[in-house]
């Protein structure tokens, strides 16, 4: 869960995330009261049954202290119901899809698909593979908080679900995004090495520029990647693999081949599917280009990579 650009801050009230794209902002009054900030064009906008549901579960997170045991949501049978649907249409895309490598990490992890696991249940079911354990989040995260932790194996992860009126749609990562999308990745060795890699590039940077452009190398592989497999493309990354309408248009995308200068300066829209991506020819390859990158990337580097890159971006 990763955030980039500056909210506006709601008056008379104390702006608890300040940055945010993918997530609304959360807001604290003065009575304590926690409000998780809906989108005019949010599918649960109008629901206040919904939006209790979002303040409710966005509070747990907010009073967590690390070491504490991860508070539970107790979800309603309607939450679980989408969780039900979305996995199991998912599950037929995935075998299309979805690469090996996450469909074995899916196997190996096997989280349920009759209920909304709770983050310590998905931490019981990685930690034992890859180290990885998960941690709740009210809604966004900086980003340089967000991978870092990443590099000490932890995954920041929100607990609400989208909502039941359009269950094959988020306008934002949800839990469904969060453990579908990237725990069955953190299942594998060779997933959880690229998350690790991701998070000490994070914490080896020290500009604003370097950090972004990190960020934008992280979305378009580990978020946002395919990969060709048997003269097929497949995706590896998390974002396509939690969303039921774009992982079937990554055939009709712009794909270009890995190119780590033109990725970290590669602008996207998160409103609409994304209409470049960038493609590997094997999981080796992800591992020997953006993986190398992740591990040895610096200021320094950044800077010799972008200068060149950001007079074709309109090419």
């Known amino acids: 869960m990763l955030v980039s650009h500056a909210q506006t801050a709601i008056p008379e009230a104390t702006v608890m995330f300040e940055e945010g794209q993918l997530y609304a902002p959360i807001t604290q009054g003065a009575d304590g009261a926690v409000e ?14 919904y939006r209790a549901r979002r303040n409710a579960i966005a509070a747990l997170a907010l009073v967590w202290t690390p070491g504490d ?7 309603t049978d ?8 979305v996995c199991r249409e998912l599950a037929v895309l995935h075998r299309t899809y979805a690469c090996a490598e996450y469909r074995d990490g ?62 094959l749609y988020t306008p934002e990562p949800d839990v469904i995004h969060e453990v579908v999308g990237h725990a069955n990745c953190l299942a594998s060795d060779r997933f959880a090495a690229l998350y690790r890699a991701a ?17 934008k190398v992280f979305w378009f592989s580990l978020e946002f990647g ?4 048997s003269g097929e493309v497949r995706t590896y990354g998390a974002g396509l693999l939690s969303s039921y309408g774009e992982i079937q248009e990554i055939a009709r995308a712009d794909l270009r081949p890995l190119d780590i ?34 591990e040895t990337v610096d200021d320094e580097l950044v800077e010799a990579l972008t200068a060149p890159q950001l007079g074709q971006l309109s090419r």
């Open 69 to 75: 045991p991860v508070p539970h949501a107790e979800y």
């Open 199 to 215: 998070g000490g590039a994070t914490l080896r940077v020290t500009t604003p520029t370097a950090l972004e452009f990190v960020s």
């Open 261 to 294: 200068a033109r990725m970290g300066v590669q602008t996207y829209d998160i409103t609409h599917y994304q209409p470049l991506l960038f493609c590997a020819e094997s999981f080796d390859q992800i591992e020997d280009v953006v993986g190398a990158f992740f």
């Open 106 to 167: 899916a196997a190996r992890i096997g989280l349920p698909a009759d209920h909304i696991p709770q983050l310590d249940e998905v931490t019981a079911a990685v930690q034992p593979l890859t180290g990885f354990r998960y941690v709740p989040a009210a809604g966004l995260v900086p980003l340089r908080d967000f991978y870092g932790s990443l590099a000490q194996g932890r995954f920041h992860s929100t607990q609400y679900i989208r909502h039941h009126s359009v269950p």
């Open 78 to 85: 309607e939450e679980q119901q989408v969780w039900q649907q």
């Open 36 to 49: 998780v900030q809906l989108g005019e064009g949010h599918p649960g906008v109008g629901d206040p049954v």
């Open 226 to 229: 395919v990969v060709r497999e």
